[in-house]
């Protein structure tokens, strides 16, 4: 009897011995036709984030070990794209021509399976919703085609053989949501798509959105439209907030996001406001709300890098200096050199939509304060491959005022100091060098005028 429980206790030793730990990361690898370039970027299909970069050999052949949440990513061969979904323990090897990347990708290995299921489901979702845009129905139209849809996807997810329960209830799931993500839209979307102003869903349209659980944080990881549904809600309740408390939105939204129950959740929605630090008005106020409810130290740590860097350029300090920047009529200018006038600051690029929206109102600006105590300077942080192109568009737009180029672009000490990672970005300082309004108003903003008007500019 011993030695029978000996030899079990030996089998028993050697079977755990060999048992693996699960991957915490996933394989990716294949081979590219038509190559062209020497790396992949991957980065999260949701929020654009970088996750990695994998080096392309010569003869297209690539192998990397990928670390990062499971979920959708993007992957990017020489501005051609396709999405591959990644979960630890995946081994994915992928093989296509990269001048039609999406369209000849093939998938195989381990998790090939889930990834030819998305790619089904979106090629079925696409047929049957056809060329014409669903928001333009009307209500009973609208809830026929859309119920059509997820039958049709449900029928197709249990159909595919291979898949794992645990990816298969989450697009159950998903299914669902994004359907109630759609019935959710319709009322804006039918509004503007059919042309009809004040349009209303009838009092029962929308029922079936307040069954929705939105503290299911197992949801809002495996599910983007669930994700999608719940930053709604909490957008939708900030905007109650906005209105009854007449407080600024940035705020409402840090209230309304930290009511959230779950914390994993709460803690996402409040990822997505830390950067709205650097043009907040309520800086302690934001700070102070922020930290209260969040418990993702790195998010907190970044936050607090932030809320530092701004108490030192508030209102009424002394602003921090640049020097010797290349200036576009010839030299260098510092700061300094602007002494004794008032300040008005741009900071742009060339690539930057809305800094180009502005320039017409700025030069109206300009025009109107010609004569006046101030000096409009604008600061490029293009790149310094770009700097023929800043000195082009200048002459094609026939910009006025100073015309800068920062030093290292947005790694410039100035523009670090400012804690600015948003463009454009205006700053209005005193003849001497103190920071009147760090964010002040835009050009096409009457509130720069009522700015100039208190100055007494």
């Known amino acids: 009897m011993k030695k029978h429980l000996f030899i079990m206790g030996i089998a028993m030793l050697a079977f755990s011995c060999s048992k693996k730990a699960p991957a915490d990361y996933a394989l990716v690898s294949g081979q590219f036709s038509n190559n062209t370039d020497d790396?992949?970027?991957?980065?999260?299909?949701?929020?654009?984030?970088?996750?990695?970069?994998?080096?392309?050999?010569?003869?297209?052949?690539?192998?990397?070990?990928?670390?990062?949440?499971?979920?959708?990513?993007?992957?990017?061969?020489?501005?051609?794209?396709?999405?591959?979904?990644?979960?630890?323990?995946?081994?994915?090897?992928?093989?296509?021509?990269?001048?039609?990347?999406?369209?000849?990708?093939v998938i195989t290995g381990t998790g090939a399976e889930e990834n030819n299921f998305l790619r089904a489901r979106s090629k079925k979702t696409k047929e049957l919703e056809g060329t014409e845009n669903i928001y333009i129905l009307e209500e009973d139209a609208f809830k026929d085609k859309t119920t059509t849809i997820v039958t049709a996807l449900n029928e197709l997810l249990d159909n595919t053989e291979g898949l794992s329960e645990p990816f298969r209830l989450a697009q159950q799931k998903d299914i669902k949501y994004t359907y109630l993500n759609k019935l959710g839209n319709y009322e804006y979307a039918h509004a503007r798509y059919a042309k009809k102003k004040d349009f209303k869903v009838s009092p029962d349209f929308l029922s079936e959105l307040d069954l929705i659980d939105y503290n299911s944080e197992e949801d809002y990881i495996d599910s983007r439209a669930y994700k999608a549904l719940v930053g709604k809600h909490y957008r939708s309740k900030a905007a109650e907030i906005k209105t009854t408390e007449n407080i600024s939105k940035d705020i409402a939204d840090l209230k309304a996001f930290s009511t959230a129950k779950n914390q994993t959740i709460k803690n996402d929605l409040l990822g997505s406001t830390v950067a709205g630090i650097t043009r907040t008005k309520h800086l302690d106020e934001y700070y102070n709300l922020f930290m209260a409810a969040s418990t993702d130290e790195e998010q907190n740590e970044t936050l607090k890098g932030f809320y530092e860097n701004l108490k030192k350029v508030q209102d009424g300090n002394p602003s921090p200096k640049f020097e010797n920047y290349v200036n576009y009529a010839g030299g260098t200018t510092s700061l300094d050199d602007l002494k004794g006038k008032y300040v008005y600051i741009d900071v742009w690029a060339t690539w930057c939509g809305p800094c180009i929206r502005e320039i017409p109102a700025l030069k109206e600006t300009e025009q109107q304060y010609h004569d006046k105590n101030i000096e409009f300077v604008s600061i490029s942080v293009d790149k310094q491959k770009d700097f023929e192109k800043w000195k082009k568009m200048i002459n094609d737009k026939e910009l006025g005022g100073v015309q800068l180029f920062a030093d290292n672009d947005f790694q410039s000490k100035f523009i670090k100091d400012y804690v600015i990672n948003g463009i454009p970005k205006f700053i209005l300082l005193d003849p001497s060098g103190n920071i009147v309004n760090a964010n002040a108003p835009r050009p096409s903003d009457p509130k720069l005028i009522s700015l100039f008007n208190e100055q007494g500019i």
């Open 39 to 105: 790396k992949i970027i991957l980065i999260s299909f949701n929020d654009r984030a970088f996750l990695d970069t994998l080096q392309v050999s010569s003869d297209g052949t690539f192998k990397d070990t990928i670390r990062g949440d499971k979920g959708l990513y993007q992957l990017i061969y020489n501005k051609m794209r396709t999405n591959i979904h990644l979960e630890n323990g995946y081994n994915l090897i992928l093989n296509a021509d990269s001048k039609a990347l999406d369209s000849t990708v």
